[in-house]
């Protein structure tokens, strides 16, 4: 499981959003969002651009993936 952290979350459709995007994003699977952690963890292989771009394109700030 990889960790992403994602910034500017602020409610639970922000949740829903990001969960939504990542789900979307070819390869990743298990997507789960935390918002008091600010975080997304998920399975699966992508490239780091899909999966950044997938969270810049909504709106919101992909940090690093861990």
């Given at each position: 499981m990889k960790t992403?952290?994602?910034g500017g979350?602020?409610?639970p459709k922000c949740v829903a959003s990001v969960t939504k995007a990542l789900s979307e994003v070819p390869g990743l699977s298990n997507v789960s969002v935390?918002?008091?952690k600010g975080q997304a963890t998920f399975d699966g292989e992508a490239s780091e651009d899909a999966i950044k771009g997938a969270i810049d394109?909504?709106?919101f700030i992909p940090g690093a993936i861990k």
């Open positions: 992403l952290e994602v979350m602020h409610c935390d918002l008091e394109k909504i709106g």
